[in-house]
């Protein structure tokens, strides 16, 4: 080993470290960097040996337990494996044993608090396998393919435990938020036992006066039938923004689907429909009135999408005037299928698409905030090519994922387990 404990006084400790150097830059690089991870071993025993009890009878839960001696246990760190004697506990009358250093320590398995949050992060945005190759190739750390899945399914357990208790604080905002946008979507992932399903996201975005977002809060369920628990975390989550924001206007924003609706009306004082799923529906339009040329196609089709998002009453207008073309019986089966569609969703929705009116506020119109969510939160990761799932797997994933990607979230989950601890079993 390159390096050597010289000295401990009270919290400080003195290393020396040993490197040898090289006429090859990298090869130098690459003996720093074990010698530092020798040092760090060298620095994490003493830190795990400090806090280790002094071998005094302790009491839990109005138990008195007394130590068995110090035994031997091999820990897992950021700069590799260290073995250290801690005193381990058991009731005089036996039974479970415990160890005041690993729940002092905040050890999740066999790791330390910063290894599991660098394997969890590194998780949540790629495999296991590339979790692997990164730590062997780019900290000189080899690792188990099953301990990455293990100590990273740790870690979304006590994610998904603390859900409710632990509150998350948004960013520092230097602008006041006036307006929260709310919205919901799914999207298809494959599951080792059922085949596809829907995998649902939420995102609460946050929006100042001139409609800038600021921040946004993601939240990601595997596939379940009815989306009760989904709806439920979402919901809660609601109300601590509201708690948070009592002032700012909320807005349900979203696509035609009717379930999407029957959840967002409840909770938000605007419902906008999406301004692409709005639009989309005009080209049925556009093919009715011209069927035969494409230019006036084009050129009605830009002036309407310009009409419907910029001018008062657009929407009532639009709908008139495809319901007076959907009673000609000119056009051919599938344009007067198209058209009806566009009617019924115009009839339907028209209340939810006064744009103008949303965008002299400052509202957001569109749900691409939610679009893109269904891709950064779920598809980039869970649907990956070859990919397929079991459902725990799944929402460790997406507990981990939602977590690192709403900003701010993951540290302090981190600073929050590591003041508070934990004490689910793993």
Same mark, same amino acid.
């Given at each position: 080993?390159?390096?050597?404990?010289?000295?401990?006084?009270?919290?400080?400790?003195?290393?020396?470290?040993?490197?040898?150097?090289?006429?090859?830059?990298?090869?130098?690089?690459?003996?720093?960097?074990?010698?530092?991870?020798?040092?760090?071993?060298?620095?994490?025993?003493?830190?795990?040996?400090?806090?280790?009890?002094?071998?005094?009878?302790?009491?839990?839960?109005?138990?008195?337990?007394?130590?068995?001696?110090?035994?031997?246990?091999?820990?897992?760190?950021?700069?590799?494996?260290?073995?250290?004697?801690?005193?381990?506990?058991?009731?005089?009358?036996?039974?479970?044993?415990?160890?005041?250093?690993?729940?002092?320590?905040?050890?999740?398995?066999?790791?330390?608090?910063?290894?599991?949050?660098?394997?969890?992060?590194?998780?949540?945005?790629?495999?296991?396998?590339?979790?692997?190759?990164?730590?062997?190739?780019?900290?000189?750390?080899?690792?188990?393919?099953?301990?990455?899945?293990?100590?990273?399914?740790?870690?979304?357990?006590?994610?998904?435990?603390?859900?409710?208790?632990?509150?998350?604080?948004?960013?520092?905002?230097?602008?006041?938020?006036?307006?929260?946008?709310?919205?919901?979507?799914?999207?298809?992932?494959?599951?080792?036992?059922?085949?596809?399903?829907?995998?649902?996201?939420?995102?609460?975005?946050?929006?100042?006066?001139?409609?800038?977002?600021?921040?946004?809060?993601?939240?990601?369920?595997?596939?379940?039938?009815?989306?009760?628990?989904?709806?439920?975390?979402?919901?809660?989550?609601?109300?601590?923004?509201?708690?948070?924001?009592?002032?700012?206007?909320?807005?349900?924003?979203?696509?035609?689907?009717?379930?999407?609706?029957?959840?967002?009306?409840?909770?938000?004082?605007?419902?906008?429909?999406?301004?692409?799923? %709005?639009? $989309?529906? !005009?080209?049925?339009? /556009?093919?009715? #009135?011209?069927? *035969?040329?494409?230019?006036?196609?084009?050129?009605? &089709?830009?002036?309407?999408?310009?009409?419907?998002?910029?001018?008062?009453?657009?929407?009532?207008?639009?709908?008139?005037?495809?319901?007076?073309?959907?009673?000609?019986?000119?056009?051919?089966?599938?344009?007067?299928?198209?058209?009806?569609?566009?009617?019924?969703?115009?009839?339907?929705?028209?209340?939810?698409?006064?744009?103008?009116?949303?965008?002299?506020?400052?509202?957001?119109?569109?749900?691409?905030?939610?679009?893109?969510?269904?891709?950064?939160?779920?598809?980039?990761?869970?649907?990956?090519?070859?990919?397929?799932?079991?459902?725990?797997? %799944?929402? $460790?994933? !997406?507990?981990?994922? /939602?977590?690192? #990607?709403?900003? *701010?979230?993951?540290?302090?989950?981190?600073?929050? &387990?590591?003041?508070?601890?934990?004490?689910?079993?793993?």
């Amino acid at each position: 080993m390159s390096a050597q404990l010289l000295s401990q006084e009270g919290t400080q400790v003195r290393i020396e470290v040993t490197i040898d150097l090289s006429r090859s830059l990298l090869t130098s690089e690459e003996n720093i960097q074990e010698s530092l991870n020798d040092a760090g071993r060298v620095a994490t025993e003493a830190a795990l040996e400090y806090l280790d009890t002094d071998g005094s009878a302790i009491e839990i839960a109005g138990d008195v337990m007394r130590t068995k001696g110090k035994q031997p246990k091999a820990y897992q760190t950021p700069y590799g494996e260290v073995v250290i004697e801690r005193h381990v506990y058991q009731r005089s009358g036996g039974g479970k044993t415990d160890c005041p250093l690993e729940r002092a320590s905040r050890i999740i398995i066999t790791s330390t608090p910063l290894f599991a949050k660098q394997v969890s992060s590194k998780l949540a945005y790629g495999s296991a396998r590339d979790v692997q190759r990164d730590l062997a190739e780019n900290h000189q750390r080899p690792v188990a393919v099953s301990y990455i899945q293990r100590v990273s399914e740790a870690v979304a357990t006590i994610i998904e435990a603390k859900e409710e208790s632990w509150d998350y604080v948004p960013p520092q905002l230097e602008v006041e938020i006036c307006s929260v946008a709310i919205g919901l979507d799914g999207t298809c992932m494959l599951l080792c036992e059922t085949g596809w399903r829907e995998a649902m996201v939420g995102t609460i975005s946050l929006y100042d006066a001139v409609g800038e977002r600021q921040h946004t809060i993601y939240i990601g369920a595997t596939p379940e039938y009815g989306k009760k628990k989904f709806l439920e975390r979402l919901e809660q989550e609601i109300q601590r923004t509201k708690a948070r924001y009592p002032q700012a206007t909320y807005i349900g924003i979203a696509d035609g689907a009717a379930s999407n609706w029957q959840f967002l009306k409840h909770h938000t004082h605007e419902q906008v429909l999406d301004f692409y799923h %709005a639009s $989309a529906y !005009l080209g049925a339009v /556009a093919v009715a #009135l011209y069927p *035969t040329d494409l230019a006036l196609q084009r050129q009605w &089709l830009q002036e309407n999408c310009h009409h419907l998002k910029h001018d008062l009453g657009a929407a009532t207008h639009l709908y008139q005037q495809m319901l007076e073309l959907s009673q000609s019986s000119e056009q051919s089966k599938t344009i007067q299928d198209n058209l009806a569609a566009a009617v019924t969703y115009f009839q339907n929705h028209q209340h939810q698409m006064n744009y103008a009116l949303y965008r002299s506020r400052n509202y957001p119109i569109g749900s691409g905030v939610t679009e893109a969510a269904c891709k950064t939160v779920i598809k980039q990761r869970l649907c990956c090519s070859g990919m397929r799932w079991k459902e725990k797997g %799944a929402a $460790a994933i !997406l507990s981990l994922r /939602a977590l690192v #990607l709403t900003s *701010t979230r993951w540290n302090q989950f981190w600073n929050k &387990l590591n003041q508070y601890g934990f004490s689910i079993a793993l």
